[in-house]
């Protein structure tokens, strides 16, 4: 998919939502508990509930990975259950991988050959070779940390290294490799205030951000710092919108939480 | 396993090799193509020849995640095959992992307890929220990347930040970390001088260090530098063992190549 499709689709649906596909078994409700694969039953619920407010889905591959076999087969399901019904949809694999060379092209297999995602989350601290791998897939997109939601983000990614943050000179280098072009950054929300200095480095890049809802972070200080003239904005929720509720009801439940933020997009797209 | 479990193996077998089980299926003899398992059947031979020379087996995730289910599933056999049969050996899923919190914990379970594994190789971008639940699991070692093998190791590992290089922060900040006494840490063979600034900040953890043989790395400049009365090091070989043959032979020859590794290993042990 290009970017420019990922645009025609969050202006069609006055949404520039992710939907987080963090499936824990002991958080859904228990009666999917029955079916043959409760993971992929409780995604396809939450999909067909949400498709036309979220312009992408973004599994992250702990939770699968966690139930073996089991949550890996779940996975390869949700995201054919995605590509077959809905392939207008930017499909995120939240993986956060990253190896020398040769062996990252071999995950670059495995997220958009093999699995047939749009994009994969990757890693920033092996430097170019492991980043590269990734962009030699001129069709798909590689989504860099940057700058991450949680408190650890200040351990590493903020510390200054010759006059400048950790997490400026991963973006500043990141635009030297092979393909950038395809390359988009995660920022967290909780960080939304950074985004004016980013927006100074990666002026057009789409960004992922984590952190609005559950983590604190705010959607109108995001879209304020961080919004370019084509969006260049996926705002993610995942438990904020996809536990909304434990009962039977659990998808219309999240579709209502989905609705919330997509009124919220639309009014901000509309004051554009 | 503990540390010390690790150190009485290395003493009685004379070598600290790690054997790197990054199995290709276009690199595997052919005649293996004809097995239900191929990947596996792989492996079992790869172990049966070479576990009394060997302390450690390291598959990489990235070679069987490119094989969806099938390789997710060799995976798990291996290790299954490596707990059953060779309980003494330590075992290192090299996963290059690393997330928020909750998510950490995801995949600490994916790999501890639901694979097996005795540790994971972790990034340390996130930060402490991102490796602490890995420690978390006290019985079980978390291996950060520091310095790398690899030329991107250059790109962001080796800059300076406040006076210091961003790996010996990682190294100096991951020291305050709940349970990391539990940590290990990966630095690259091809980087071998710089061993001897790494051990004045860890003096005594085992280091995974990968890079000898198909990289060019010194297990001699390795050992000179990096060594410590416990030994402290796993000297991984990944593709100079494991694909010394693709004919019919290729578990002798990589025996053979294990051999040669672990020689040089018993003089060095020797002599000191």
Known sequence: MTTSDLVQQIQNKKSFLCIGLDVDIDKIPKHLLDEEDPIFAFNKSIIDATHHLAVAYKPNTAFYEAYGLKGWKALEKTIQYLN?????IFTIADA????????????????????????????????????????????????????TSNKGAFDFQTKMVEGTEVYKTVLETSKTWVNSKNLMYVVGATKAKFLADIRKIVPD????????????????EVCNYGMTKDIGLLINSSRGIIYASSETNFAEAAAAEAVKLQQQMEAILNAR
């Open 84 to 88: 077959t019904n809905h392939p207008d």
């Open 96 to 147: 956060k991988r990253g190896d020398i060379g040769n062996t990252s092209t071999m995950y670059a297999k495995a997220f958009f050959e093999d699995l047939g995602f749009d994009s994969v989350t990757v890693a920033p601290y092996m430097g170019k070779d492991s980043v590269e791998p990734f962009l030699a897939f001129t069709d798909k997109h590689t989504i860099l940390l940057a700058l």
């Open 205 to 220: 890049s789409f960004l992922l951000v984590p952190g609005v809802g559950a983590q604190g972070g705010s959607l109108s």
